[in-house]
């Protein structure tokens, strides 16, 4: 198949598999401008599959790095009210999201902490309401990932500029399944996760306790919990899938049922900033210590947007060999990199991962152990010598994770 | 001066002759993603200038095209609120406008032209509002232009993109005065032009005959008309130059007073396609009658916006012999080919052009012979043959242009 069909058919999948077009929505694509070419394509698709509208909401990082060094500080304190109107008008008409990720791992590394960390929590608040509706699943979204130069010449800085775009775009390709039949093999591949997943809903864990020679660390698991994987369903029944690739079984730990060290096993990419080689320490789920070989600064950032991003959100399960993991690639990407490890995400916590949970208020969140936060980021603590046992409520102890990969 | 250094200096024109950014002040960027690299000089030299705040409102037209050839009709009659609340909250708040205009002059041939019709419609309605920021000065707002392959390539269809976009390069900074000292030049030639607007101001015109082999127009001029060029003045007596390049000497027509054959002499490029060699007849100042050779069914539907588009709202001066048209260029773009020939406008009037005219209300225009619509859309009438005589109050005929050229 040659590229053009390739990123057809990627494009396809996002507007198909990813975010589900159905016939009368809208959508809005957010992306860098350097990702136009696969945008059109996308439009292109979303109008075959029936959209009305499809807007787009370019960005370009070079134009925020130069806000970042450039701009005085008031810059940082506000956040245009269009923006997230704009997000919530679609949101609320029953549109679709997806967003094209493709960071420079080290955009913002000579840029002022505190004016990311001011501009992430600004931010966050004024898109707090429209994140209810994709925390939801009160409407459909979707991630994708397309190589830009900055991006594929961190990954692979010793070949030249066109060769680390081809390399990434191939593994992209792979990790995303683009084959002569990429919505098929979706298809079977939400499958799969399934099997595994009813399997851990079936047993009710009370806590997950994690062993790796960097981590020991005992999960409490919230009462009603529900695992989840691939596909998801929409508040009206309609099938989803929110990560491409994805390759996590996911769910919510109790917000203060968290004990323990807990040690990052790849770099994280936030706020245009790596942080990487850390360490959390837990006491009933709070963050009370924290250090990291790289990038302390962001990661306190991180932890102080609020009271909730001293808490987790997010527990997922991914086994050490697995199609992205086996590319052996540092991806500087949450997206491609959560997906090839075992991760937790600090702040807010997916509702739809408890029994009714969309239906629980933001104020009794506490009570369900329900964690809630302006923010809510992923970092990778998969391992080959990650063991993870679960306990049932009534005592029994199933091994889940043996050396990193799935031991049932 | 090299390519860099060349850019830099026009983004710096932008800035500070254009828009003229002052402390604290908000710009928003309105451009084409292809024109990235100008754009991140202008970010740049805004916040160099002081600038709060700094917003780019991207869009690509290849996505626009995908939209108009495979949207249901219902997208064409929708426009975003967050788009007009974007551009009202920065008026509001006393931002300023930089729109970077570089149409592919061909982009729409082949869409139906009720559809762009339909949209141009809903979006002029939706933007009213804000172009009355616009119109009346209360904010700065400046346009330029940048190459574009698919806008460079129909103006040198005989060479390579490569070459067609470096030849455009070069007419655009000839036009713009990007010399060694941009900024130098552009406050002489904002006073050449005001030598000649006063001129014209001081005669206070009653009437303007136009004759040519093709045109035999009589214009009113409506009492208290203010000839305006170059430079003009916010409400707050903030200096800017709302169009780069600029030679016109532009004021407005009696709504009422204009009778007669206009015809134009070059191609008007609206909504994405070309309108060329049209003609249109004039009784009472309202279009009665009209033709084109090519796109008559483009400025059909241009003329039936609404009842303010079969009238007049601009007359413009531009010597045969300028800048602009000594290129012997025709460059499919307004801003470049209505600054290279006399012109005038269909749609509404800029109320500034009449004394005290900001502070008219919207429904006593036409006592004043100001000229509403939610179109203002600029086509070219100059020729070497044409003769504009000027006529005042006392009946002194005074010969404005001989032969294409200022004749005083």
């Not at 800085?157 to 990790?175: G, N, R, Y």
């Amino acid at each position: 198949m040659d590229f053009n069909s390739k990123l057809q058919k990627y494009a396809e999948l996002a507007v198909k598999t990813g975010v589900n077009i159905q016939p009368g929505q809208t959508l809005l694509v957010r992306t860098p401008i350097e990702c136009a070419e696969y945008v059109r394509c996308v439009v292109e698709e979303a109008y075959k599959a029936g959209a009305k509208n499809v807007h787009v909401e370019w960005s370009d990082e070079k134009c925020s790095l130069i806000k970042y060094l450039n701009a005085p500080d008031e810059a940082f304190d506000e956040f245009p009210r269009w923006i997230s109107d704009q997000y919530l008008d679609i949101a609320k008409e029953g549109g679709a999201f997806l967003t094209i990720y493709a960071q420079d791992p080290d955009l913002l590394k000579d840029v002022d902490p505190k004016r990311i960390a001011a501009y992430q929590k600004v931010s966050g608040q004024a898109l707090k309401e429209w994140r209810g509706y994709t925390l939801t699943n009160k409407c459909r979204w979707s991630i994708v990932s397309i190589p830009t130069v900055a991006w594929a010449t961190k990954i692979f800085p010793d070949v030249s500029e066109q060769e680390a775009m081809d390399k990434l775009w191939d593994l992209i390709f792979k990790c995303s399944r683009v084959t002569d039949d990429p919505i098929q093999a979706w298809k079977e591949h939400n499958e799969n996760l399934k099997e595994k997943t009813d399997f851990l809903n079936s047993k009710k864990f009370k806590t997950l306790k994690y062993k790796s020679k960097i981590t020991d660390l005992v999960v409490e698991m919230p009462e009603g919990h529900i695992w989840e994987s691939g596909s998801e369903r929409d508040v009206n029944g309609i099938e989803f899938n929110p990560n491409m690739p994805t390759e996590e079984i996911f769910c919510l730990p109790h917000k203060y049922g968290v004990n323990g060290t807990l040690a990052s096993t790849k770099p994280l990419v936030y706020g245009g900033n790596v942080i990487n080689d850390f360490v959390l320490k837990f006491e009933k789920g709070r963050i009370v210590d924290f250090s990291a070989k790289e990038g302390e600064e962001t990661l306190r950032h991180l932890i102080e947007t609020d009271e909730g991003s001293h808490y987790l959100g997010e527990i997922a399960l991914v086994p050490y060999s697995s199609p992205i993991s086996d590319t052996n690639t540092v991806f500087y990407n949450t997206l491609y990199d959560e997906n090839a490890s075992c991760h937790f995400a600090i702040g807010s916590a997916y509702s739809s991962c408890i029994e009714n949970g969309n239906d629980i208020a933001a104020e009794d969140f506490d009570k369900y152990g329900i964690n809630d936060s302006l923010t809510h980021v992923d970092f990778m603590v998969g391992s080959s010598d990650l063991d993870i046992v679960g306990i049932t409520h009534d005592g029994e102890e199933i091994q889940i994770f043996k050396d990193g990969n799935w031991a049932f």
